[in-house]
């Protein structure tokens, strides 16, 4: 079965660093993989998609890529804040496939 | 406000009592889901519906029931709750008929405990 594989270990770094947290996938390629951003007690929201013919996606300060041959993505953060502390959840999703997976998550802590 | 409700947003009841967890969208979305969240386990997908009465298992589907009558409704049923069925639920929904390729937009959440 699918296996998706989170750093379950929560990431501390301080801030104006680069936070980058790890997504490993095995036993199937998706040919699409999303990011979402979790807060404690609130649904996650949905940050970017990455294809698998692309291998990096940039939205302002997010920076996701998409090593189909190490199976995983990675998700960065630059001149990170205390704003971005939360759980971050990755999807990596198969083509024609209609059931989401999600990993268990990292959750980022920015120090001020 | 493109959104997505859920009710209740809390829910404590007991053993075999059935119940329902109602979610709505008004985004017009094709795709809709519902997922459970338990620490260490993640989110996990009970059921989907790519559009109007078409549903289909997800990961965990065992003890769930859904509809899909209109297209802005899906709600999740529990015929005869069980304690190892409590959980923060999400309800969510996408525009297209898989989600693959489009946001996923979530509801707020909905506690349940069993007791």
């Known amino acids: 079965s699918q296996k998706i594989e989170q750093n379950s270990e929560a990431l501390n770094i301080q801030e104006g660093k680069t936070a980058t947290l790890t997504c490993n996938y095995t036993?199937?390629?998706?040919?699409?993989l999303q990011w979402y951003r979790q807060d404690p007690g609130r649904g996650p929201v949905f940050l970017l998609l990455?294809?698998?013919?692309?291998k990096e996606k940039r939205k302002e300060r997010l920076k996701v890529t998409f090593d189909t041959t190490l199976k995983q993505s990675l998700f960065h953060i630059t001149a990170s804040q205390p704003a971005d502390s939360a759980t971050y959840l990755c999807?990596?999703?198969?083509?024609?496939?209609?059931?989401?997976?999600f990993g268990s998550g990292t959750k980022l802590n920015v120090k001020p | 406000e493109a959104q997505v409700t859920q009710n209740p947003r809390y829910l404590i009841t007991v053993t075999g009592k059935k119940l329902t967890v109602t979610c709505s969208q008004n985004?017009?979305?094709?795709?809709m889901s519902w997922y459970r969240q338990d620490p260490g386990l993640g989110l996990r997908q009970i059921y989907y519906?790519?559009?109007?009465?078409?549903?289909d298992k997800g990961d965990v589907p065992e003890g769930y029931k859904v509809s899909r009558k209109e297209k802005r409704n899906f709600p999740l049923i529990l015929e005869s709750p069980s304690p190892n069925q409590t959980s923060l639920y999400f309800c969510?929904?996408?525009?297209?008929?898989?989600?693959?390729?489009?946001?996923?937009?979530f509801g707020p959440g909905t506690r349940l405990t069993v007791l």
């Open positions: 969510a929904s996408s525009s297209g008929t898989s989600g693959r390729t489009n946001e996923q937009f």
């Open positions: 036993n199937y390629s998706p040919a699409y």
């Open positions: 990455i294809r698998e013919n692309e």
């Open positions: 999807a990596p999703i198969r083509y024609n496939f209609n059931k989401f997976y």
């Open positions: 985004m017009n979305h094709e795709y």
């Open positions: 519906s790519m559009n109007v009465e078409v549903t």
